[in-house]
């Protein structure tokens, strides 16, 4: 990833979470992935995908927390109320985020009990074009 890829993710990812404390900056251990962090705590991940000879990037966020206070859990970590839950039609074992009616990425759980789940967020090289 280079400079203007990094500058590029950072304005995608903060207007997709509106918060402008987000940061992303070059993975010190792998130069094709990045880091997101809020604050001083790293938050999420996002790697480079060339495989189909299109770029595009996955950011993959860790969240430990049950079903019951996804929503709330995520609202308060961005500091946003725009952040919502939205069922997925005829499955159960994940589901949307959204960003008032903008889809985000898709929450599945990482565990039978739902004690945690993982938000995995496809970044196309076009959805850059605009930052």
Do not use: C, W
């Not at 070059?26 to 604050?39: F, N, R, S, W, Y």
């Not at 929503?71 to 008032?100: C, H, P, W």
């Amino acid at each position: 990833m280079d400079k203007t890829e990094l500058r590029k993710l950072q304005a995608f990812v903060r207007h997709s979470f509106d918060n402008e404390s987000i940061r992303v900056s070059l993975d010190p251990q792998d130069v094709q992935a990045a880091q997101v962090t809020l604050g001083e705590r790293q938050i999420a991940n996002i790697t480079v995908d060339d495989e189909d000879g299109d770029r595009s990037f996955a950011l993959e966020m860790k969240i430990p927390v049950g079903r019951e206070v996804l929503q709330e859990y995520l609202r308060m970590l961005f500091e946003t109320d725009k952040l919502k839950i939205v069922a997925r039609m005829k499955k159960n074992d994940s589901v949307e985020l959204n960003n008032g009616d903008d889809f985000l990425g898709i929450i599945s759980a990482d565990d039978p009990k739902g004690k945690s789940y993982t938000l995995q967020i496809a970044i196309l090289d076009f959805d850059l074009e605009d930052f």
